[in-house]
């Protein structure tokens, strides 16, 4: 079932793409920089893979919003305050996954909501090679 689930993601999320998809670019921010202004709490990082995907592993302390909730609810009534309740609205939001495909994807939809969002180019496992913590579940 996991398998047809992603199958059933990888569709939505290529469907979306084509009708977002902008100039959406990765940040300009250095990883230092990233690290700095995480530990000065002037930016929050969202994982912005899917539950099979984080359940493996993400940055401690990041956010957990997978792409497939902003493509399935980012046009809802009300979805506006219940991202807020998720990711703060008056900082930095970085946002990673895999690849750095759908961090740009998510960037589109969050700079919607008038958010600071820098996308990382770097992928999970590039950031913990880099030196940020790991956690699991």
Excluded: W
């Excluded at 902008?22 to 994982?47: C, G, H, M, R, Y």
């Excluded at 099979?52 to 609810?73: C, F, Q, W």
């Excluded at 600071?116 to 999970?124: A, E, I, K, W």
Aim: glycine share 4%.
């Amino acid at each position: 079932m996991p398998r047809l689930l992603t199958t059933a993601h990888l569709f939505l999320l290529t469907l979306f793409s084509t009708s977002i998809m902008q100039a959406a670019e990765p940040t300009k921010d250095s990883l230092d920089q990233v690290k700095t202004n995480l530990a000065e709490q002037n930016a929050v990082i969202v994982d912005v893979r899917e539950k099979e995907e984080t359940d493996e592993g993400y940055i401690k302390g990041a956010k957990l919003v997978p792409l497939s909730l902003l493509a399935e609810e980012h046009n809802k009534e009300g979805f506006a305050k219940i991202l807020a309740e998720r990711i703060p609205t008056d900082t930095i939001v970085y946002t990673y996954c895999k690849a750095g495909v759908r961090s740009l994807m998510a960037a589109e939809v969050l700079e919607k909501f008038k958010y600071d969002v820098r996308p990382l180019r770097q992928g999970y496992s590039d950031l913990v090679a880099e030196g940020f913590e790991s956690d699991t579940p």
